[in-house]
């Protein structure tokens, strides 16, 4: 149906920087919503940032100022511009899309995710 691929996740010391990539691929008829969110260990998942079709933006509190997200509709990709990484950042990075396939069924995505590791 849908499939998202991440990429970009590493190890990065802290106050560094690294940029993700999530690129949508299928039978799309639209995505409506691309975003990141993050697991680390022991916690619950979290919302990192989302962005619509239309570029409206939403970011957790806790990366507000810190991270950036942009989209390029016509690839159907979504990146996540991480600064100023902090040890706190470490986890499973997660994208996600929502959409309407050809076929005019809704769907949900989700990708494997991507590990980043922030190192104090």
């Known amino acids: 149906q849908v499939q998202l691929v991440e990429s970009g996740g590493g190890l990065v010391q802290a106050g560094g920087s690294l940029t993700l990539s999530c690129a949508a691929s299928?039978?799309?008829?639209?995505?409506?919503?691309m975003g990141w969110y993050r697991q680390a260990p022991g916690k619950q998942r979290e919302l990192v940032a989302i962005?619509?079709?239309?570029?409206?933006?939403n970011y957790g509190d806790s990366v507000k100022g810190r991270f950036t997200i942009t989209r390029d509709n016509a690839k159907n990709t979504v990146y996540l511009k991480m600064n100023s990484l902090k040890p706190e950042d470490t986890a499973v990075y997660y994208c996600?899309?929502?959409?309407?396939?050809?076929?005019?069924?809704?769907?949900?995505?989700w990708g494997a995710g991507t590990q980043v590791t922030v190192s104090s």
């Open positions: 996600n899309a929502v959409g309407r396939l050809r076929a005019e069924t809704d769907f949900i995505s």
């Open positions: 299928g039978s799309i008829f639209t995505i409506n919503a």
């Open positions: 962005i619509t079709s239309g570029g409206s933006t």
